[in-house]
């Protein structure tokens, strides 16, 4: 039996993976309707320090991993005690942190964007005005574009800090807002013996700060571009010493005094678990990221995926469902199912609110303009705006 922290989507297609290969699977989750709990041999249905539920995973469990972002490093180092955790607590710790994770990326000499971390209101005074305008973003718990607040001048910086102290006192770190270009993202799987192995390099398209599309296919990027942010993401990875697989974001910036100053390619945050950008390889390549998820942990050998398909993903949100005024219906399913290469994945989720994620869909076909052709189709009749 293999266990996850965080009974989300993620967990949901790691257990599927991790079942294919004949694994049971366990979910610590305190959420009674998660949906990785509802696919799963065993839902420990408690808070994530639970010592009990702790004791409960490591007794059934032969190793460990995570899928929520901010499941506490400390359960995981509880449980690092007894078993394997593919990844441990200590990069889940630096992940769950945006002045370590920040540091850290200073430290692997991969470009960053400019940024200073603002510990209390008195460190306003000192902000450089080059930082703006900026991103005000709490270092903890933010997610989807959540805990973030634009700043244009110096001026509003007050007012923004403000706004982000209202649920409690948080550190912050404003970032310089640098002029985008497009935005990828590199999932890596790295083993117990330092082995790597990525996915395709994939191109993100977010909308109100969260993952709308993303696109796969050979040589979105100039090779030098997509070589470099392989290189990077490998330093970051092997910088943490981590295990298991990781998600490395990454801005590309337009061309301008910046993108002079900082390179092509600046580093944006990182996941310490499969990531909404590489839900494709379910779909479009021979090896997934759930099943490389599932192959660290279990100390399985790790091969190279490889990218048969040109491939598109749209997210699904809950938006979709209340396109039609006031109560929710379900998307006209069978319409888009309807499309060559559609490959449709819905989590299990009962309740549809603005911004969730109830689901994705991937299209794959023989060429990227085929692939695209028939995303714009089904973003279409689902509602979604084209890009
Ligand atoms: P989250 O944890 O919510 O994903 P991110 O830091 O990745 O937070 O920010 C979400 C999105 O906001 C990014 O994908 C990007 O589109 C935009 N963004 C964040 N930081 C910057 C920045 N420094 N400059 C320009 N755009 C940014
Ligand atoms: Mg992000």
Known sequence: MLGVLGGGQLGRMWSHAAQALGFRTAVLDPDVHSPAGLVSHLHVCADYLDPGALA???????????????????????????????????????????????????????????????????????????????????????YDGKGQVRVATLADLPAAWAQLQSAGPTVCILEKRLPLQAECSVVLARGWDGQMVHLPLQVNLHRDGILAVTEVFEHAL?????????????????????????????????DGPERDHLGPLVVNEIAPRPHNSGHHSIDSCDVSQFDLQVRCMAGLPLVQPRLHSASVMLNLLGDLWWASGTAAAEPPWASVLALPGVHLHLYGKTQARPGRKMGHLTVTAATPEGARHVALQAASVLGIAAW
Not at 97 to 120: M, T, Y
């Open 56 to 142: 409960q995973m490591a007794a059934q469990c032969q190793a460990i991993t995570t899928e929520f972002e901010n499941v506490p490093a400390q359960a995981l180092r509880q449980l690092g005690l007894s078993l394997p955790c593919a990844p441990s607590d200590q990069p889940v710790a630096v992940a769950q942190d945006r002045a370590l994770e920040k540091a850290h990326f200073v430290q692997c000499g991969v470009p960053v964007a400019p940024h200073q971390v603002l510990n209390s209101a008195a460190d306003l005074a000192s902000v450089a005005p080059t930082l703006l305008p900026g991103i005000l973003k709490t270092t903890r718990l933010g």
């Open 222 to 254: 100039p090779a030098g571009l997509e070589q470099q942010a392989l290189q990077a993401a490998d330093d970051v990875a092997r910088g943490l010493n981590y295990v298991g697989v990781l998600c490395v974001e990454f801005f590309l910036l337009q």
